[in-house]
């Protein structure tokens, strides 16, 4: 009883039924219920059932009410944080059908007849003879077509369907334009100025204080040309934007650890890339005291007083830093563009 | 069965002239020649169990889906132009935003029932996606994916994984800054592919993200490609079961050559109607009374941000989970980049673990040699190393569940977030086969603990002392039903391989091979208990007399065990268990 039987390669699996334990004692009685012979509880459940169906339509006349009584736009939270017009037709609209659900359920477990029925099952598999004329008639197909015999024809129309493959694949070639070099580019530039992301505001050093940190953007975000059009908008403002976003950062320069890294800040003002170089979300969780950035993504830990090199999280590469100085006029400038692609790595990034 | 159908008797039992819909059904049979298969359809038997209805909660919320979606499409715009927003909602009042976003703002403050809609639409998807997961879960553990419904197992997986395409592409059409940055890390997904990455990106962005191509193309793939290749095949998941008949469970008169139950009509059109009608107001009341996806409170997307805690839809869980357990791995060497960190857990870990489950059925089935067709459906605790395996999957999926949430689990918890994500990557390798043992030694005991109900009959709860003094508890024997209930199941037999060697000395073919499979057929069965024989169980009542002696003199104090809990009226019984 506790170790299985043990067959030869002959009959794996299981061993087929040949004396079971307990013979099969075969369907039990059917049992009737209150509503087969009490023709109280029938008219009851009828009862029931007609109730339920009429409650659904005074539910979905009141529907209709709530759609045209209730207002809706100027204040969403009226009723529990939502506006009134959707608790009151959601509220409507689910007892309506839930009436009907709950009635027809009535409706089969109580009046409905409920004596089993038996249906027999088939074999998936057809009968061995219409498998037979299957074959055969496939065989004759196959042989009146002659691919067999004609192994050219064949070839070269699977070769032709082969070779139909391309221009399905080509005519998917304008979907969009090649990468080029654009993912190792943005439009920051020598003596671009790093400004504030919300207004645009210029940054002169003294603006920072000691563990401040300020997102920011290039100015040529918020510049317009002669007519007063803004340089930059749209959709190429959106793509700019997901390469050249930034972080200022003030750290006391002698918590610097790394002094490459510090060369290419202001008086401990570093600004570094603010597009994660995971899968490219914006980082912007600040641990002051730790210097320590961390995405709210995935949680990949940045150290900023160290190259924003990785100290915890999915993250492969360091952040970019973008090497700033001050201008004549004193406001914080990019020295150049980053100098290695930002966000997420791909093949040819190098 | 009986045959004593009793009704009102206020019918006739035939019409006296033909019905109207005989008549339509004549004019239809006569163009469509429909009654030969409808014969056989219309009182079709399926079989009652409450795990059958769950496959019924996905079909339904599809057709919600189906419904609410229609609606939504009348108003919605799928497309990427800027405009200034001006509609009623007075805190994104003047903001330059998507088409698609003031289009979904619209939907939800200017459209009546317009956030309903949007809402039901929602949970609904939620729903379809749980509901599909559950089912296969039930179809697993129960061993329904066994032959012939291997195909219907894969349609099923992949209808799951379109399912859950559906669902991002869905909920990516909002443009919102939460979707806007699910969108960015699929970005950097599909970047981190070898070789193409860039290209690849580029081609589905139509230029560099977030570009103004994907919300169009998503709107295409989530209104038509997706809704009409889960239609298609939902259709031929449902033929498959309409052929091969559904599972029952083992019982009194259930066996593998028939299908006990109620006939579809009316019974199962009224119950499987009835249940379209439920899910669909429990949706409703769901759209009406909670709050998803609440787009206006995110603001429009912007690459430059971000907001704290960001969760995808629940069913992404696991794709998050994987990707922030990962190290940081990657690889720089010849002037390229391979990003391990997200190409294993991005794109390779999710489409190996649907491989193992959609190729399942065929190992299980190399394993055991069992190449028969099966009907019946069988007890979880039957078949100990399936449902362990279960059990350890439900555990990774668990675990990157809550590695998906690791920062909401560190607020709320006041927990620290790196000791969360150091303790999930090693937990995602230890805790599941622990879980697997425990699980397989589990069914294993229920096995044991079914043989001994069989040998010796239930725990009655009623407890005898002897006449020196000692204490017995009185076994009853099961009814007849609930015993053959028990033992309607197959004896496992292990595979124990080929011989090495044929009378001549030749070395069999494929020696090695077999030598695995006989070694995974003794690790899959083995330990299992078997049901007892027929002269197991004579023996067990034989025990059963003797104690019968045993209690002999016991007999005018014996009780059947019903004297005290009301169950019938014990005034002049005898008090004594007549065997």
Sequence with gaps: ?350 | MTTTASTNGTKPAAAAKPSPAAGIANWADERLGIATSAKKQIRKVFPDHWSFMLCEIALWSFVILLLTGVFLSLWFTPSMGEVVYNGSYNQLRGIHMSEAYASTLNISFDVRAGLLMRQMHHWAAMLFIAAMLVHMMRVFVTGAFRKPRELNWIIGGVLLLLGILEGFAGYSLPDDLLSGTGLRIADGLMKATPVLGSYMSFFMFGGEFPGDQIIPRLYTAHVLLIPGLLLALIAAHMLLLVYHKHTQWPGPGRTEQNVVGYPMMPVYAAKAGGFFFIVFGVVALMGGLMTINPVWRFGPYNPAQVTAGSQPDWYMGIAEGLLRIMPGWETHIWGITMSWNVFLPGQVAPMALLGIVLAYPFLEQWITGDKREHHLLVRPRDAPTRTAILAAMVTVYGLLWAAGGNDILATQFHLDLNTITYFMRGAIFIVPPLVFIVAKRWCISLQRHDNDMLLHGYESGVIMRDALGGYTEKHLPLSEDHAYKLTARDRDVVYTGITGADSNGVPAPNVRVDQIRAKLSKAWFATNVQKPTRAELDEGHHHAELEHEHDAPLEDHAADGHQFDGRHDVTGDDLTHKH
Excluded at chain 1, 98 to 114: E, P, T
Excluded at chain 1, 123 to 146: F, K, M, Q, T, Y
Excluded at chain 1, 233 to 253: D, F, H, N, S, Y
Excluded at chain 1, 311 to 320: C, E, Q
Aim: proline share 7%; glycine share 8%; with cysteine.
């Design chain 1, 1 to 350: 009883m506790t170790t299985p039987d043990t067959h030869g390669a002959g009959e794996p699996g299981h061993e087929l039924v040949a004396a079971e334990p307990i013979a099969d004692p075969g369907l039990p009685e059917h049992l009737p219920r209150p509503t087969d012979i009490d023709p109280k509880a029938e008219r009851r459940a009828e009862r029931q059932v007609a109730s339920l169906f009429m409650l659904s339509s005074v539910f979905a006349v009141l529907f209709c009410v709530a759609y045209f009584a209730l207002k809706i736009g100027k204040d969403p939270s009226v009723f529990l944080g939502m506006g009134a017009s959707n608790v009151a037709l959601g509220a409507c609209l689910g007892l309506a059908l839930l009436c009907i659900g709950v009635g027809a359920i009535q409706w089969s477990r109580k009046l409905m007849n409920d004596h089993e029925i038996v249906e027999y099952r088939h074999s998936a598999a057809s009968p061995e003879e219409d498998r037979v004329e299957a074959l055969a008639a496939l065989d004759a197909g196959i042989e009146d077509s002659g691919i067999g015999r004609r192994p050219l024809v064949r070839n070269s129309l699977l070769g032709a369907m082969a070779f139909l493959g391309l221009p399905a694949i080509v005519a998917l070639r304008d979907l969009g334009p090649l990468p080029g070099d654009k993912l190792a580019h943005t439009v920051w530039k020598k003596n671009m100025r790093v400004v504030q992301d919300v207004d645009g505001a210029q940054i002169k050093p003294e603006d920072m204080e000691i563990g401040q940190l300020v997102n920011a953007e290039p100015q040529i975000f918020f510049a317009t040309n002669a007519e007063g059009e803004p340089e930059v908008e749209g959709t190429a403002l959106l793509q700019e934007k997901a390469k050249a976003a930034v972080i200022l950062v003030r750290m006391l320069p002698d918590d610097i650890k790394d002094k490459h890294s510090a060369n290419w800040g202001v008086e401990g003002i570093l600004c570094f890339s603010k597009i994660c170089t995971h899968v490219g979300c914006p980082i912007s969780l600040w641990e002051q005291q730790t210097h320590h950035l961390l995405c709210p993504c995935h949680q990949s830990t940045f150290d900023l007083a160290d190259g924003a090199k990785v100290i915890f999280g999915p993250a492969g590469r360091h952040l970019p830093q973008l090497p700033i100085t001050v201008d004549a006029d004193g406001y914080l400038v990019a020295q150049s563009d980053f100098t290695e692609p930002v966000g997420p790595s791909y093949w040819e990034r190098g």
